[in-house]
């Protein structure tokens, strides 16, 4: 079970009639209490530069719908060589997604250790893509009751990173009021079936998203 951390000492604004497009508020910190509570408020950070810390709150937000993930027939070929596993390689999945070679990267060490933080405290999870014992892809994100906020992903395999979309889409099935964020679309987003919504729909179902019940396989 997760462990809630200190609460932050910083006290996030509202963003209704926020700017849909650049940051909602600069600075504060990356600490567990203060992560949480903006993704309770429906902000994600997101380095600006080197030195700034944003927080962003886009209108209108990507989200996968857990029953609308678009499967290709190359992929369904992909997932009966592929092994899915949940929180076995999480500072190896973190390590992925943070390749320094990888282009437009962001995730600078400061955060990294602030989701290893996370994870520690059970709120970070993988889903994690093996292929022949080695790990070929995976994501990360933040769970929150039945809401996941998808972070960052990374293949080493062809087809590995959409396979761990997909499974993240199988895992939170079960979850009545599941909520998928990936906070901004994509050409190759869509095309996995991510679809946007208004800020305010976002709002209000992240609301009962994190009361609601998680899957099981955080509990693992």
Excluded: N
């Excluded at 567990?32 to 030195?51: D, E, S």
């Excluded at 899915?84 to 995730?107: K, M, N, Q, Y």
């Excluded at 996370?118 to 889903?127: E, F, T, Y």
């Excluded at 960052?152 to 009545?176: I, N, P, Y």
Aim: glycine share 10%; charged share 20%; aromatic share 10%.
């Amino acid at each position: 079970m997760a462990v809630e951390p200190p609460p932050s000492s910083w006290v996030f604004p509202s963003i209704d009639g926020a700017d849909p497009e650049g940051p909602v508020a600069i600075g504060g910190d990356l600490e567990p209490g203060t992560l949480l509570a903006g993704y309770r408020a429906g902000v994600f950070p997101m380095p600006i530069g080197r030195r700034r810390l944003g927080w962003w709150s886009p209108d209108p937000r990507a989200v996968l719908p857990v029953d609308g993930f678009h499967a290709s027939r190359s992929l369904h070929r992909s997932m009966r060589r592929f092994e899915v596993r949940v929180d076995t390689s999480f500072d190896s999945v973190l390590a992925g997604c943070a390749e320094p070679s990888r282009p437009h990267g962001w995730i600078s060490p400061p955060i990294v250790e602030a989701y290893r933080r996370l994870h520690d405290l059970g709120w970070a999870h993988s889903i994690e893509i093996w292929r022949d014992g080695e790990l070929a892809g995976g994501l990360y994100g933040v769970a929150i009751g039945s809401f996941f906020a998808g972070e960052s992903m990374f293949h080493r395999v062809s087809d590995a990173s959409k396979a761990a979309v997909w499974a993240l889409a199988r895992l939170m099935e079960g979850c009545e009021h599941a909520l998928i964020d990936v906070q901004w679309s994509t050409p190759h987003l869509e095309s996995l079936g991510v679809v946007e919504i208004t800020r305010d729909d976002y709002l209000q179902r992240l609301g009962v998203a994190t009361a609601s019940a998680p899957p099981a396989a955080w509990a693992m």
